[in-house]
């Protein structure tokens, strides 16, 4: 009894509470006038991956004169519906979310809320999808990557001009999240740019099975350097591997930002997405009432894929100048990452099998998993005019060919 | 003479075990230290912010409780540490330190998706839901089983061995979200068969959640009427309390620890499958999210009853809650809102002290020297 009694005072104090709770809220109801645009991150700022989407986001607002509302570290569960449904609630007109994971939450949320646009970067479901108000966008960033490869193939010439390794020990290394087409994409066209300044290139692949884990990237990045490799890729979220290189002294090129502040002897370059380009054009579309583009595609024209500014220090003499040479040649389309004829590809049972080549190993055909499903049925011949055609059928990458040069060490992701 | 005074000169104050104090005195003092966590709260946030203390509170119980679906949200997240808190409850009690409730949530989240990916378009929903529940519940126990087996039979540490239990499910659960991963190689499953909805637990008059909420509410009574009223209930406090005299009246020990984690882990099994079944509909390393081991100081807060744990819950569910609307709408760091959840449960905890123990000044007792 007495207890009973203690419970109902408690649960009396709670409701005594609640009655302040709702009387507050009443009085912020959205006026109506200004946009108000929300944005659902992973994580916080200590993420680089996060970061490159908050920074852009507040750019982005503040030029468009819009709301700016935020929540940070939500997880890939149904708090994402969660978050987003609040937002909507709040009176969000447009809702973004920046991870992966988040996107068949955010469409349970865009399902409930028809007249409030939803926006998620790196899906791939929107194209396909019969949500009016669901999308998709992603970034050209192989050709990023091959920029950034470009500037790593220079280093490796300039290592074997110097004495310092032979021709044959080319080796670079190359720290994955997930055996995924967006990673796969993401090295190849990295070794590509490296091959096409340094014929006697290889690479070595070591995956970590997840996006952000710091202990598992400075692991994979040190055990590359054992194995022999004289320069550091990454493409997972965490400072793990430029810190090793930094402590190796083994040059890096970086992804998601500079990380020349960290690793100010060993960074060379860094590709990125700008996403400003992309939140103004949906914010943009909001506010003129037009239809926001399904499934989009930032490119270098767009200003979306980006390249930091070349630490000196690091890079090889004449870095910078090469890029804007080939930048240009990319953009004219005088030249294709994934032009054909540049690498060759083995075709087995277990291996490639979407693809077809021709006798010397260049491909001809390959299938590709366009339209996302659970059976990763191939759907899309990916291959024409002599080069594979990444992000045109749809923004997020489906190039996920294991071409010959690159080794992956564990594929057990 | 000096020295002989300084010997025996008493202590400023000392500290005295107390009788049991009257109910109203003991809610009285846990009352006061919420109160004076929220001032202390209140001085940090000044300090460190700058920004107005009431506002600051005003925002987290808006952020809580603020609208109906935030209202709905509460008690799901509720529902769900409860659950997971009653399922380690039974195990602690005996003082058996089951830190493995995070990996036997996963198990039975792991089980509950496995059959909804592999007997979704094969099983209709009337046989569907049947096989997700028993596949769950036994996925958790066997999870809870084998450290106990273990315990009892050779006597191995149970905090060394729950515990690694978790990784070896935190890594089954990796293995198979990239095996069953949507788009291939992503890592991700994604909502599963979010087309035909099988193997979801209903909705019950258009809230998702309130499925869930009903079953933890059952499960809370029984739990309760368990510990407290049954043979069961009653061996294990004895167990818990002495092992030595639970074997002197007479009582099975190794049987009633290998039964009370039979039931911790099935309990933490059935948290899985509302996770997975019944709120994400998709599994992740992080569906337990943590709550394995927030529900022990759920658990240790409420003193193993049931239904305290049901108010220790909300405080710590409504903190929650709270914290990330601050971050939201004062932009602070997610920290700030942990500090002020760590002050105000130090607090509590702290309260427990001045319940059981007394401080007495020098001078308050008579007779002395002058």
């Known amino acids: 009894m007495k207890k009973l009694t203690a419970v109902l005072l408690c649960l009396a104090m709670l409701f005594a509470f609640a009655g302040c709770g709702s009387a507050k809220t009443g009085s912020d109801a959205s006026d109506g006038e200004t946009l108000k645009v929300g944005f659902i991150y992973l994580h916080d700022e200590n993420s680089t991956y996060d970061k490159n989407f908050i920074d852009a986001a507040k750019a982005a607002c503040d030029k468009m004169g819009v709301e700016y509302v935020e929540k940070k570290n939500i997880p890939e569960s149904s708090e994402c519906t969660e978050a987003a449904l609040d937002l909507a609630d709040r009176g969000c007109d447009l809702i973004f979310a920046d991870s992966f994971g988040h996107e068949t939450f955010l469409a349970q949320a865009a399902e409930e809320y028809p007249e409030v646009m939803f926006?998620?970067?790196?899906?791939?479901?929107?194209?396909?999808?019969?949500?009016?108000?669901?999308?998709?966008?992603?970034?050209?960033?192989?050709?990023?990557?091959?920029?950034?490869?470009?500037?790593?193939?220079?280093?490796?010439?300039?290592?074997?001009?110097?004495?310092?390794?032979?021709?044959?020990?080319?080796?670079?290394?190359?720290?994955?999240?997930?055996?995924?087409?967006e990673v796969i994409s993401g090295y190849t066209s990295f070794y590509l740019g490296a091959k096409s300044v340094c014929p006697s290139v290889t690479m070595e692949v070591q995956f970590t099975g997840s996006w952000y884990d710091e202990t598992a990237e400075k692991e994979a990045a040190t055990s590359l350097i054992n194995n022999g490799c004289v320069l550091i890729s990454q493409h997972a979220d965490s400072m793990g591997a430029p810190t090793a290189c930094e402590n190796a002294n083994v040059p890096n090129v970086?992804?998601?930002?500079?990380?020349?502040?960290?690793?100010?002897?060993?960074?060379?370059?860094?590709?990125?997405?700008?996403?400003?380009?992309?939140?103004?054009?949906?914010?943009?579309?909001?506010?003129?009432?037009?239809?926001?583009?399904?499934?989009?595609?930032?490119?270098?024209?767009?200003?979306?894929?980006?390249?930091?500014?070349?630490?000196?220090?690091?890079?090889?003499?004449?870095?910078?100048?090469?890029?804007?040479?080939?930048?240009?040649?990319?953009?004219?389309?005088?030249?294709?990452?994934?032009?054909?004829?540049?690498?060759?590809?083995?075709?087995?049972?277990?291996?490639?099998?979407?693809?077809?080549?021709d006798g010397d190993g260049h491909l001809t055909s390959y299938m590709a998993d366009v339209d996302t499903d659970a059976d990763y049925t191939p759907d899309t011949e990916a291959v024409k005019d002599g080069y594979f055609h990444e992000s045109e059928y749809r923004s997020a990458p489906y190039f996920d060919i294991q071409i010959d040069g690159i080794t992956l060490s564990n594929t057990k992701f | 003479m000096k020295q002989a005074e300084r010997h025996i000169r008493e202590p400023l104050f000392h500290i005295a075990k107390r009788d049991a104090l009257v109910w109203w005195a003991a809610w009285l003092i846990r009352i006061a230290a919420v109160a004076a966590a929220l001032v202390v709260c209140a001085v940090v946030t000044v300090m460190m912010t700058g920004e107005n203390p009431i506002k600051v509170y005003a925002t987290m119980i808006d952020g809580a409780i603020g609208t109906e679906r935030r209202i709905w949200n509460l008690l799901q997240s509720l529902a769900m540490l409860l659950c997971v808190s009653l399922g380690v409850t039974p195990a602690f009690k005996m003082r058996f330190w089951n830190i493995g409730a995070e990996g036997q949530v996963l198990i039975g989240g792991m089980a509950t998706a496995a059959c909804m990916i592999l007997f979704g378009d094969k099983l209709p929903t009337f046989l569907l839901l049947p096989v997700i529940i028993v596949a769950s519940i036994v996925a958790g126990a066997v999870w809870g089983l084998i450290p106990a087996l273990f315990k009892a039979k050779w006597n191995t540490n149970e905090t060394l061995f729950t515990l690694m239990m978790n990784y070896i499910a935190i890594q089954l659960v990796s293995y198979f979200s990239l095996q069953w991963s949507v788009p291939k190689g992503s890592g991700q499953i994604g909502i599963?068969?979010?087309?035909?909805?099988?193997?979801?637990?209903?909705?019950?008059?258009?809230?998702?959640?309130?499925?869930?909420?009903?079953?933890?509410?059952?499960?809370?009574?029984?739990?309760?009427?368990?510990?407290?009223?049954?043979?069961?209930?009653?061996?294990?406090?004895?167990?818990?309390e002495s092992e030595n005299t639970a074997r002197y009246i007479g009582i099975n020990v190794k049987k009633v620890i290998i039964r009370t984690m039979l039931i911790s882990g099935a309990i933490c099994g059935i948290a899985g499958l509302l996770l997975v079944s019944g709120t994400d509909h998709t599994i992740t390393r992080d569906t337990a999210a943590g709550r394995g081991f927030t529900a022990i100081m759920v658990s240790w807060l409420a003193k193993f009853n049931p239904l305290f744990m049901v108010l220790t819950t909300l405080l710590i569910v409504f903190l929650q809650k709270g914290a990330i609307e601050i971050s939201t709408i004062f932009g602070l760091n997610a920290s700030f809102s942990e500090i002020i959840t760590g002050i105000i449960i130090f607090f509590i905890i702290g309260s427990e002290f001045f319940i059981n123990y007394t401080v007495k000044f020098r001078g308050s007792d008579k007779g002395g020297k002058a």
């Open chain 2, 192 to 240: 599963i068969n979010g087309d035909t909805h099988a193997g979801w637990l209903p909705s019950i008059g258009g809230h998702d959640y309130l499925i869930n909420i009903l079953i933890v509410a059952v499960l809370t009574v029984v739990m309760y009427i368990y510990l407290k009223y049954s043979k069961h209930g009653y061996e294990i406090s004895v167990v818990g």
């Open chain 1, 119 to 181: 926006c998620h970067a790196t899906g791939t479901t929107a194209h396909t999808s019969d949500l009016k108000n669901f999308h998709n966008a992603f970034a050209s960033i192989y050709e990023g990557r091959y920029l950034a490869g470009v500037a790593a193939g220079m280093k490796l010439n300039e290592m074997i001009e110097s004495g310092k390794i032979t021709a044959d020990k080319a080796k670079m290394g190359y720290v994955g999240a997930f055996t995924y087409a």
């Open chain 1, 254 to 357: 970086s992804y998601n930002g500079s990380t020349v502040e960290a690793c100010p002897n060993t960074f060379i370059i860094s590709s990125r997405i700008n996403w400003e380009p992309y939140f103004e054009y949906i914010i943009g579309c909001v506010k003129d009432g037009k239809e926001i583009d399904k499934d989009w595609t930032g490119t270098l024209a767009t200003g979306s894929v980006v390249i930091t500014d070349v630490n000196e220090k690091a890079a090889a003499a004449g870095t910078a100048e090469k890029l804007e040479e080939v930048k240009g040649k990319l953009e004219d389309g005088s030249l294709h990452v994934f032009d054909v004829s540049t690498f060759t590809v083995t075709v087995k049972d277990d291996l490639n099998k979407n693809a077809k080549v």
